[in-house]
């Protein structure tokens, strides 16, 4: 049973606010007499957002304070790998047990003295390898070691996931701090499938290949590749990390048999002989997988969409597997773990990663703690505060701002983790983030201009209201406590209906009504709007606001959200047919309108469409985008009607399930997306001078050529 012996609920608190606490948050929910008491993260925000969004009473930032506090049972350890051992013996010795998210240790020392500790001291230790509960999984060891398989001649296990962090961060992770991390973070998820499966091999080889080079001086490699043997079965553990179809599945070759376990798709296959002659057992081979595989996939589906609709607690696959894991940890506290669970098979993934890190020719050792880098001083004083400047728009901003020789500070949740290029520019780092107002005072301390690139953290509308809006009003009112001279937002296009019968849009047209009921950003970006036009009415604030349009250039994504639905890499889906001339518009001129601001009087209170001349349609954007990256993409048409009927599907799923944030469809907002409107940015040529460049070959060149070839030059 999942509570304790004495019928008390078990007590539970979260170390951890980040990405994974999520699904531990929901698996707890799902047990009866579990409670989750607290939740505990050094970012003591992060750790009021999460608590806040999941109804947990108490946050604490110092683990210390939590367990002399809180009178617990079980802390779930979701911090990066290089402290599960300090905090874990914390835990430990506390007298509470410790469920810890893989690895249980980054080091084969510590993960034997955290066993002799749990067993000095009568403690329950208990290590959650996210794949080793989904049922297709446990299809493979049931067939392997029940001798269906037959002797085992080769095993292939297969990871082929794009790595998010090389592409934006956050480049402090420890994951990235040298290349071996990397066995500590991700891999072992593999390895724990080949321990568990045949245990220890006798032999490995191992090749590394196509390194990038990270921000900081950081390297990472993003193609591994380890041989091995088991007595005489073959091993292949392979690891890309780049962009690409995902593919994690692990397969099994038998002297009787050929299995495969499809993670990404959870499914199970087992291909063996039939009695028939050789031909129909062939046909029989290619006929029963590919029948069993649809009944798999069309069970995952069903799961999914009666989950939403609150009918089903099975959901996601991955989710299922984390939520099975957490189950029998509870369920078998009191007696024996399952061998999946326990700290023996931790360490055996954890030796299997040692051993590979000594095989390899890359610099020995793990980083403790992520490395920073010397933060140059400023080279003049700072009087223009820039927030959001390490993004898209703000670094061209900030570029321009320097150019035109103003000392400029920027307000960055890690200094470390600025950009190279910014800091060459002799910037001023300010640690902090606009949605804490405690780190705000300091960041305006002599600041006469700011600029307010920056979008706080949101799905839901609540969300944004209080992660965006509310922040923003408040940042707005120190500003004017600080007597700023100027105060410039950055707004959207957004917020207009764009569709056939908008007309010619200025910035005297209204925020659409069904576009902002439908679609928070949106809904954030008017509302902020209008917040700060009603401070410069009623306080003076000196608020400028700008609108900028589909904006493209050097730095950006090619896979532009402006210009077609990205679901994944390789397919785009049109908003309509596709053939509409969009309202880009490239970032430098964009950054020039922003810096042209700063010297024009009068212009308080005024707002700027900034969009360039519609002279390119999405799909000859698509045009030079494959014949630029060399490849082709699958694109997808879809009308206002079609994408109007499917989020109408979406809406009855998620009203079924009592969603909250469920908005009835707009359908002004589905069929606004394919832009047929055109926008006027008059205004922002005549008042500020601007000039945006209006050459179709040289918007071409720079806003699609240019980021094509960065992009795939990275990749």
């Excluded at 469809?665 to 500020?688: I, N, V």
Aim: charged content about 20%; hydrophobic content about 40%; proline content about 6%.
């Amino acid at each position: 049973m999942a509570g304790n012996a004495n019928g008390r609920p078990v007590a539970v608190a979260l170390l951890g606010a980040g990405y994974i606490s999520d699904f531990h948050h929901s698996a707890l929910k799902a047990l009866p007499n579990v409670e989750v008491r607290a939740v505990c993260d050094l970012n003591r925000r992060l750790a009021e957002q999460f608590a806040q969004a999941k109804g947990i009473p108490m946050v604490y930032s110092d683990l210390g304070e939590m367990l002399a506090k809180e009178k617990l049972d079980v802390v779930h350890v979701l911090t990066p790998p290089h402290i599960h051992f300090k905090t874990s013996s914390q835990i430990l010795e506390a007298g509470v047990d410790a469920f810890i998210e893989k690895p249980l240790c980054h080091r084969v020392t510590d993960c034997q003295a955290l066993r002799q500790q749990a067993t000095a001291q009568e403690r329950i230790i208990g290590v959650s390898h996210n794949f080793l509960y989904f049922p297709v999984y446990e299809q493979l060891v049931d067939d392997l070691r029940s001798g269906r398989l037959g002797r085992i001649d080769q095993i292939d296990i297969v990871w082929n996931k794009e790595l998010g962090q090389l592409k934006g961060g956050p480049y402090g992770a420890w994951m990235l701090q040298t290349p071996k991390n990397i066995l500590f973070e991700v891999a072992p998820h593999s390895f724990v499938h080949l321990v568990h499966l045949i245990g220890q091999p006798d032999s490995i080889t191992v090749d590394v290949n196509d390194r990038i080079d990270l921000p900081r001086g950081l390297e990472f490699y993003r193609r591994w590749e380890i041989r091995g043997w088991k007595g005489n079965t073959s091993i292949r553990l392979r690891f890309s990390f780049i962009d690409g179809y995902p593919e994690h599945y692990i397969h099994v070759r038998g002297s009787n048999a050929v299995a495969r376990v499809d993670f990404e798709h959870n499914t199970y296959v087992c291909q063996e002989h039939t009695p028939y002659m050789l031909d129909v057992d062939r046909f029989l081979n290619v006929v029963k997988p590919a029948r069993s595989a649809a009944v798999q996939a069309t069970q995952t589906l069903s799961n999914f969409v009666l989950s939403k609709m609150k009918l089903s607690k099975v959901g996601g696959p991955f989710q299922y597997s984390i939520t099975r894991t957490v189950e029998n940890f509870y369920q078998n506290r009191g007696s024996s773990l399952d061998e999946r669970l326990s700290p023996e098979l931790g360490e055996s993934a954890i030796a299997l990663a040692e051993w590979i890190a000594r095989e390899t020719h890359l610099p020995t050792g793990t980083a403790e703690t992520p490395i920073p880098e010397p933060i140059a001083p400023p080279t003049k004083p700072s009087t223009v505060l820039v927030i959001g400047g390490t993004g898209f728009i703000g670094r061209a901003l900030v570029r321009q701002l320097c150019a035109a020789g103003y000392g400029v500070r920027l307000l960055n949740r890690d200094p470390n983790s600025c950009p190279a290029d910014l800091r060459g520019l002799g910037v001023e780092l300010v640690k902090g983030d606009f949605t804490d107002t405690n780190s705000l005072p300091a960041a305006l301390e002599g600041i006469e201009y700011v600029y307010h690139l920056a979008r706080g953290y949101g799905k839901t509308w609540p969300e944004y209201l209080q992660y965006d809006v509310e922040p923003t009003q408040k940042l707005a009112e120190l500003c004017l406590q600080h007597n700023v001279k100027r105060f410039f937002y950055a707004s959207s296009i957004a917020i207009y209906y764009a569709g056939q019968g908008a007309g010619t849009i200025t910035e005297a047209t209204p925020p659409h009504p069904g576009v902002l009921r439908t679609a928070p950003y949106a809904r954030s970006k008017a509302e902020n709007e209008k917040r700060l036009l009603d401070l410069y009415r009623q306080k003076g604030l000196p608020a400028v606001i700008f609108r900028p349009g589909i904006v493209l250039g050097s730095g950006g994504d090619p896979a532009h959200w402006g210009i077609a639905a990205w679901p994944y890499s390789s397919v785009c889906r049109l908003w309509g047919d596709g053939n509409n001339r969009l309202p880009i518009v490239l970032v430098e001129d964009v950054a020039d309108a922003m810096v042209r601001a700063l010297t024009v009087p009068g212009i308080e209170g005024e707002s700027y469409n900034l969009t360039s001349a519609p002279c390119i349609t999405a799909n000859e954007y698509l045009d030079q985008f494959e014949q630029q990256a060399g490849l082709k993409l699958q694109r997808v048409p879809v009308t206002g009607q079609k994408e109007y009927i499917e989020a109408l599907m979406k809406w009855v799923i998620k009203s079924i399930g009592r969603d909250p944030n469920a908005a009835f469809p707009s359908y002004a907002d589905c069929e606004g997306r394919g832009f047929a409107a055109t926008f006027d940015a008059s205004k922002a040529e005549q008042q500020l001078g601007w000039s945006p460049v209006q050459d179709r070959e040289r918007l071409i060149q720079e806003g699609i050529h240019v980021p094509v070839q960065e992009f795939y030059s990275r990749a």
